[in-house]
Each structure stands twice: as C-alpha cells, then as structure tokens.
C-alpha cells in the first residue's frame, strides 16, 4: 500500500487540503502531545498546545522548509509554545502546584528502590529533571533525534546539544546514586 | 572516583557521541569510530550500557502517557473551518520576508518568468511598465485634484459628477509606448484601477461632453483593437 509521505501530505495541506490535515494529525499526534505533555506536565494544557501547533501548520504549511523533517518541524513549534507556557507559569509562580508529575510516580526513587524496582526509579527520576534536561533526553531517547535535530527543535548549537545531554545524563546518574542507585557513573 | 572519560578529549568527545550512537542517528564515520573504541574500552562501553538502560525506561515512560482525546483534532477541525484560509500567495510572499529564503512567492514568480518566451516577456514587462506608469499618473491626478478642493461622489471614490468616464481594460499584447500614445490622443487619464478583473476607469472629458460624445469616444478607443481589448462608458 503507497502511504503518503509527510512532505506530500504537507504541500496538500498548503493547498487547503482538510484531508491531508487530518492524516498528519493523526501520524504526529501522539509524539507531539507527549513531548508537549512531559515539558508542560498537564495534560490539557498539553493539549491546548498541541491543537496550536497543528493549527500553525495548517497557516504556514506553504513556508515549510524541506531541509528539516516534518516530525522536527512540528516539534520545533511544539518546544516554542511549551516554553512559552511554562515561563509564563513561572511568571505566575504557579510552578510547584504541577508537582504531582504526570509520571505519577507517586513514590521517589528512594522508595522506589526499597521496593527493587531499578527500572521504576530511573523513571521516577526522569520525572524529576529539569524542564532543560527532560527535553534533551526526551528528543534523543524516545524521538530519536540526530544531534543536527535536535540543534534545530531548541534552537541552540550541536555542540551546546551535546553538553546539554552530557549533562543531563550525569544529573540522572547522580539523583540515581543519591537514591541508592550506584551505577558507576558519575 | 576520578572520571577518566572526561579528563580525555578524545574519549569524551566520542563518550558525547554514544546516545547517538544509541538510537541510531549517527553518521557512518563517527559509528565506526564509536565501534573501534568500544572494542578496546571497556568503560566506554560501560556508559553505553547505561544509555541503553536510560534510553529504555525513557521510551517506557513516554509510552505510558497515553494520547490526547479526540476532542483535539475536533477542536482543530472547527478551528480549520471556522478560519478563512490565507491567499497561497500571500502567504509565500509573506514567508519569503520573514523567512529571507529563495523559495516562496519570489521562488515561484521566478519559475514563472523563467517558463515564458523571450518575447512574451518583452511585452510583458511593457504592459507592466505600462500600468506602473497609468497608476502613477492616476495618483498623481488624485493628489492634484485633492489640493483643488471640490467634491467626490460617495459612490464613485476618485471620480466627480462633472467628469466623464470610460471603463476599459488593455490588450494583453498592448505595449507602454502604444498605451502612453493612446492616452495622449484621447486626452484621457486613469482615475481608478486596475481593479481585481483587469479594468481601469478612465476619464475621457468634463461634463460638458453629452452621452452621445462620450459613447462616440469609446467607440472610436474600442477601434484600436491592438491597445484596448474593451471600453464601455461608465458613470
């Protein structure tokens, strides 16, 4: 069966093609709300951004660029309206009230570990990195990004990409072994 | 402990590498040499192990936040509908300032430029100088008879009670020379135009000119096949 690339689906989408939108919607959807949802930590403001997203490329489908993926464009715009949202939050010092993560790891990492779970306690910590780090793993991790992707979806160097991770893994590693978790590193 | 990774430039640049390396999204040379240092450094490979424990539990936990509800892409779609859609063209023209790309609206007026004869877009750009210079002398007419005072009609903006109009559009073949010339003989002058459909209302004389005339006027401008492809009298 010929499936549509995104590229076709988007110059039919510039077009006015409602069709089309609803095909990439549904093939973008998910990644995009949990990249959204893990960076907001709410699911219908996670939601809201992404109905935002999606309708920023209905307007600006005939400025997309070919050199970029379809996925590191929408999530370009997905990172921009998210931060845009979370420092507005900050403005409000509104930021602890999402504590309750939507990991729902109700348990830290040090509980989670009493009860020999090594695999919910990473989790449990990925929860608990900055908004900074949770991105950066996220993208590399579960979007599998290339460094150049990732560079366009922050809007920061390839080499700042790759300190940032490099960081971000250590600051995992260290909550780990603060946990009782020492995987020899750091 | 003492990190023996971060203290070595050469291993710390290829230890920056491995979660690339991980998920695939590495170009060919830096894989081979992440493969040859793996072979022969056992801490190295030991950090992989950690990435790819790391890396396993992130994709669990994203996989565990579920979907958005379908009342997203209702909301997106009642959005599409309710929005009127941008002109394509104003929009790439749009993209193209903001953007400073090639592509875009210039983009596409280029491969349209680049498609036509050389002929054709002789009098191309001489029916455009053509409308540039009309458009000119249409404004200039304007501001003068602003600075002048006297009345407008409501209906009409740029035309007056006691002047007398022709409606006309121009041959496509028309050249800037052959339209100047026109005008001069006529003693005419664009006051409005061009419009969305190509027309442009000219005015042709004062009040004193009678219906009659001012038919006879548009007739003897619709002879002129070559210059214009219609005239009519127009309030």
Redesign the interface.
């Known amino acids: 069966m010929h499936t549509e690339s995104d590229e076709d689906l988007v110059k039919r989408i510039a077009s006015g093609d409602r069709l089309a939108m609803k095909v990439l919607f549904s093939r973008h959807q998910v990644r995009v709300y949990r990249f959204v949802l893990r960076l907001v930590r709410d699911e219908t403001l996670a939601e809201d951004v992404i109905s935002d997203v999606f309708m920023d490329l209905w307007r600006q489908a005939d400025r997309f660029e070919a050199r970029a993926s379809v996925a590191t464009w929408l999530l370009a715009i997905a990172r921009n309206k998210a931060w845009s949202l979370l420092r507005k939050r900050r403005d409000a010092e509104l930021d602890e009230d999402y504590a309750s993560s939507i990991e729902d790891e109700s348990d830290g990492p040090e509980v989670v570990l009493q009860k020999q779970d090594k695999g919910r306690a990473i989790r449990a910590c990925l929860g608990r990195l900055s908004a900074e780090h949770r991105e950066v793993i996220d993208l590399v991790y579960y979007h599998e990004t290339s460094v150049e992707e990732v560079a366009r979806i922050v809007g920061i160097p390839e080499n700042t990409v790759k300190t940032r991770l490099f960081h971000a893994r250590k600051k995992l590693g260290e909550m780990l072994k603060a946990a009782g978790i020492d995987r020899g590193w750091p | 402990?003492t990190?023996s990774i971060a203290s070595d430039p050469k291993r710390r640049e290829l230890?920056?590498?491995l979660?690339?390396y991980a998920?695939?999204?590495?170009a060919e040379a830096d894989r081979a040499r992440i493969e040859a240092a793996l072979a022969s450094d056992a801490e190295l490979a030991?950090?992989l192990e950690?990435?790819r424990?790391?890396?396993?539990?992130?994709?669990?936990?994203?996989e565990?936040?579920g979907?958005?509800?379908p009342?997203?892409?209702d909301?997106?779609?009642a959005?599409?509908e309710a929005?009127p859609?941008?002109m394509?063209l104003l929009?790439?023209a749009r993209?193209d300032l903001?953007?400073g790309?090639a592509?875009?609206f210039l983009g596409w007026l280029g491969g349209l430029l680049a498609a036509q004869s050389p002929r054709r877009l002789a009098y191309a750009g001489a029916f455009a100088l053509a409308l540039i210079v009309l458009q000119g002398a249409a404004l200039t007419g304007l501001a003068l008879r602003d600075a002048g005072g006297g009345y407008q009609t409501a209906s009409a903006p740029g035309t007056r009670a006691s002047e007398r109009y022709v409606l006309l559009s121009f041959a496509p073949e028309a050249r800037a020379g052959e339209i100047a010339s026109f005008f001069k003989r006529f003693d005419a002058s664009v006051v409005d135009g061009p419009r969305a459909n190509g027309f442009f209302k000219v005015r042709v004389g004062d009040a004193s000119l009678s219906t009659a005339e001012v038919d006879a006027i548009a007739a003897r401008m619709k002879a002129e096949t070559g210059i214009v492809s219609f005239v009519a009298a127009s309030p």
């Open positions: 402990m990190d230890e920056e590498l979660p690339f998920n695939g999204r590495i030991a950090r950690i990435i424990d790391d890396m396993a539990e992130t994709v669990l936990l994203n565990h936040l979907a958005p509800s009342r997203v892409l909301r997106l779609m959005g599409i929005q859609r941008q394509p929009a790439r993209g903001n953007n790309l592509g875009g």
